[in-house]
């Protein structure tokens, strides 16, 4: 089986983070896993959350400061990150003039509901 995607669904937000996720829940209704393309305008930041599921980043354009158990760091262009199910965790733009673009592998798929603040 092949499933091409060329454009996801968006999850709606009123942060100005775009969420384009090309497989998941949304738009492919699955839940074993979701990769989505993540727009972080300048200067963006969530409040600290904890997920259910595993999330793999990996940066394609500027820096994404992940901050988890009393430590920080920036992935930049090429690079990729872990956070494990279960960790406090707060994702941000390092940047205040320039976006963050980057992929975000969740697994289990991404869920609203898979998240605690």
């Known amino acids: 089986m092949i499933k091409k995607?060329?454009?996801g669904a968006i999850f709606p937000?009123?942060?100005g983070k775009i969420i384009d996720e090309h497989f998941g829940v949304l738009h492919t209704q699955q839940d074993s896993f979701s990769l989505a393309y993540m727009t972080a305008p300048p200067a963006w930041r969530e409040p600290a959350q904890v997920a259910d599921f595993d999330e793999v980043v990996m940066v394609v354009n500027g820096f994404l400061a992940v901050e988890a158990d009393g430590?920080?760091?920036e992935v930049?262009?090429?690079e990729s990150c872990m956070v494990g199910r279960g960790t406090r965790v707060i994702y941000s733009n390092a940047s205040a003039d320039h976006p963050c673009i980057y992929w975000s592998l969740c697994?289990?798929?991404?869920?609203?509901?898979?998240?605690?603040?």
């Not at 697994?107 to 603040?117: D, G, L, S, V």
């Open 5 to 7: 995607v060329s454009h």
């Open 13 to 15: 937000r009123d942060d």
């Open 71 to 73: 430590e920080r760091v």
């Open 76 to 78: 930049g262009a090429g």
């Open 107 to 117: 697994i289990p798929a991404f869920r609203p509901e898979r998240i605690t603040m």
